[in-house]
C-alpha cells in the first residue's frame, strides 16, 4: 500500500502506520464513524421537537466544516469558495439564466480543482481527496440553482411532477444554503439530496402525515410515534463491515490489473479471461458498497431519509440511498445496472441533463458524467462505450424481449442469457475506470479485440430501437408523458415526496402523493 501525504490532520499517522493504510484514508473513515456518532447526538439532543431550525442548522453546518478541516486542511477552503461564489450568482442574477451561469461555474471550478490534482499533485492515487466531495457539492449547487428557478421563473404548467415537487419558492438564506451544501451528515461522501428534503428534516417535517403503503392500504395515522431508524442503521452497518471485509481480502487478491497482464493474456483461454473480467470487477465494488453504505447510514442514524412506509408498514429508510446491491449483482440488463449503481448521481444526471436536452439526451448525459467523474483518460472511455452499450442494450431488448416473456421458461433462459451478457458487459465498459491511463486502457481493449464494441454497433446498424406510434424515442415518450409517473419512479426512487403535509392537503393532493408511490 503505497503512503500518501495530506493537507489535513497527522493525528491518527500512529494509527494509519499501524494498519498500514494512508493517512487520509485513516482519517477519512474515523471522521465517517465520528459522524456517525455525532448524527445520533443530533437526533437524540438537537431533535427538531426541542430545537429550533436555525441551531440544528449551525450545528450541521460546524461539524460538517470541522470534518472536512480534519481531512483535508486547507483545501477545505474550495468547499466554501466553490459554495460562495455560487451563492452569489444565485443573488446576484437573474432568475431566467442564474441557473446556467451556476451549472457552468460550479462544474468549471470542480474541474478546475481535478486537474491540478490530477496532474500536478498526485496522479493515480485511489486515496481519499479533497475534489470528491467537491463532486457532491457541485451536484448540489447545480440542482438547487434548477430548483430554484423552476420555482421562481418557470410556470407550474411548463414542470414536470418531479420539478414541481422539488421546485423552491423562495431564495434559501446563506445558513441554510451552508447547511445543505457542507452538513456534517453529508459533507465527506455524500450522497446528494434535494434541498427541499434536507429543509424538510431540519425542521422536522419528515414524518408528517405520510403516504399510504405501496399496496394503497393507509400508513400510519397522522400523529403517530416517527419510526426508528435504528434498525434501518444496524442493518447498513452490518452490510458495510461484510464490504469492508471482502475490500480487505478478496480485492487485494483478484486485481483488475491482471486483466492485462502479458501472461495472461497470452495463456488464459477466453472462458478464462471472462471469468475472470467478472470477478475482478465483482471484488473491486465492495469499497463503493462500503462508503455508500455507511453514508446512508449516517443520514438515516441523523434521522434524514425516512420515505414512508411500505406494502406492510414498514418504515422506509431508503431516500436518498445510492445503491441496491441485490439489484445489481442480478442486474438483467445495463439499465438497471446504471438504475441502482450510484442513484442519487443517476437522478442529479437525469434532472439537470437529459430531461432538460432536446436533442441526443443518452449521449449528453454519458457526457457530463465523465466530466463530472474527473479527467482521467479512462473515465472517457468508459462512459464512450456506456453510450454505445447502453444504446446497443436498449435496442436489443426492444427488438427481442417481446418473444420471450410469454413462457416461463423462455422467459428464465432470457433473464439468464443478459444477466451473463449485462455482467460481461458491464465489466467490459468500466476496466478504463479503474485503469485509468489510455495505454492499459487501449490494451485491454485489444486484448479482446473490441469484440464488445464492434457488436454494440453491428447491433445498432442491424436492430434500430424501434419507434412508437407517435414516431418517437419511447425512452423520450415516456419522458414527456410526465403527468402519468414522475421521473424518479423509472429509478424507484424518491416516489414518496417527503416535502409536503399529506395531511393538510385535500384528497386530490393527497391521491397524486399516493399514486407516486407504486412501483
Not at 108 to 124: A, S
Not at 224 to 244: D, F, H, I, R, W
Not at 338 to 345: A, E, G, H, K
Not at 435 to 453: D, Q, T
Amino acid at each position: 500500500m503505497a503512503t500518501t501525504s495530506t493537507t489535513g490532520s497527522t493525528l491518527l499517522q500512529p494509527l494509519s502506520d499501524a494498519v498500514r493504510l494512508p493517512i487520509d484514508q485513516v482519517n477519512f473513515v474515523a471522521c465517517q464513524l465520528f459522524a456517525l456518532l455525532a448524527a445520533v447526538g443530533f437526533r437524540t439532543y438537537l431533535h427538531s421537537s426541542e430545537t429550533s431550525s436555525f441551531i440544528r442548522h449551525v450545528v450541521a453546518t460546524l461539524l460538517g466544516l470541522y470534518l472536512a478541516v480534519f481531512c483535508f486542511g486547507w483545501y477545505a477552503l474550495h468547499f466554501l469558495v466553490q459554495s460562495g461564489i455560487s451563492y452569489g450568482i444565485m443573488i446576484l442574477m437573474g432568475m431566467e439564466h442564474m441557473h446556467r451561469y451556476c451549472f457552468v461555474f460550479a462544474l468549471g471550478y470542480l474541474i478546475v480543482c481535478q486537474i491540478t490534482r490530477v496532474y500536478i499533485f498526485d496522479y493515480g492515487q485511489y486515496s481519499a481527496d479533497f475534489s470528491g466531495p467537491m463532486m457532491i457539492i457541485t451536484q448540489k449547487i447545480t440542482s438547487l440553482a434548477y430548483e430554484i428557478h423552476d420555482g421562481m421563473f418557470r410556470k407550474d404548467e411548463d414542470l414536470t411532477p418531479s420539478q414541481r415537487d422539488l421546485a423552491v419558492r423562495r431564495m434559501p438564506s446563506l445558513l441554510e444554503y451552508l447547511s445543505y451544501n457542507c452538513n456534517f451528515m453529508g459533507v465527506l461522501a455524500g450522497p446528494l439530496c434535494s434541498y427541499k428534503d434536507y429543509i424538510t428534516f431540519i425542521e422536522g417535517r419528515s414524518y408528517r402525515g405520510t403516504p399510504p403503503g405501496a399496496d394503497g392500504r393507509a400508513g400510519p395515522p397522522c400523529g403517530a410515534a416517527e419510526p426508528s431508524p435504528n434498525a434501518a442503521v444496524v442493518q447498513k452497518l452490518v452490510v458495510c463491515g461484510l464490504s469492508l471485509l471482502v475490500h480487505l481480502t478478496v480485492s487485494n487478491a483478484l486485481p483488475v490489473e491482471y486483466n492485462i497482464d502479458e501472461h495472461f493474456r497470452a495463456t488464459a483461454s477466453w472462458p478464462t479471461k471472462a471469468l475472470y473480467l467478472y470477478v475482478s470487477l465483482l471484488a473491486a465494488r465492495p469499497k463503493y458498497y462500503f462508503a455508500w453504505t455507511l453514508a446512508d447510514a449516517i443520514n438515516n442514524a441523523a434521522g434524514f431519509g425516512f420515505r414512508g412506509f411500505d406494502r406492510h408498514g414498514e418504515a422506509r429508510w431508503d431516500l436518498i440511498s445510492n445503491l441496491r446491491i441485490r439489484q445489481i449483482e442480478g442486474s438483467t440488463s445495463f439499465k438497471m445496472f446504471l438504475d441502482n449503481w450510484n442513484i442519487q448521481t443517476a437522478l442529479w444526471l437525469k434532472r439537470v441533463c437529459y430531461e432538460r436536452t432536446t436533442w441526443s439526451p443518452t449521449i449528453q448525459t454519458f457526457v457530463l458524467s465523465a466530466i463530472w467523474h474527473g479527467v482521467y483518460p479512462g473515465y472517457y472511455l468508459t462512459f464512450l462505450t456506456g453510450v454505445l452499450m447502453t444504446l446497443a442494450a436498449r435496442a436489443m431488448r426492444s427488438n427481442f424481449r417481446h418473444h420471450f416473456v410469454g413462457s416461463p421458461p423462455l422467459k428464465l433462459l432470457y433473464d439468464a442469457l443478459t444477466w451473463a451478457a449485462t455482467q460481461i458487459a458491464v465489466s467490459y465498459t468500466v476496466v478504463p475506470f479503474v485503469l485509468l491511463s489510455v495505454k492499459p486502457s487501449f490494451a485491454f481493449y485489444s486484448s479482446w479485440y473490441y469484440c464488445l464494441h464492434i457488436a454494440a454497433i453491428l447491433v445498432l446498424l442491424l436492430f434500430p430501437v424501434k419507434k412508437t406510434q407517435r414516431g418517437k424515442d419511447p425512452h423520450r415518450h415516456r419522458r414527456l408523458s410526465g403527468s402519468k409517473s414522475s421521473d424518479e419512479n423509472s429509478l424507484g426512487q424518491n416516489s414518496f415526496p417527503t416535502t409536503n403535509n399529506v395531511c393538510n392537503q385535500g384528497p386530490a393532493s393527497a391521491d397524486r402523493h399516493a399514486s407516486s408511490g407504486k412501483e
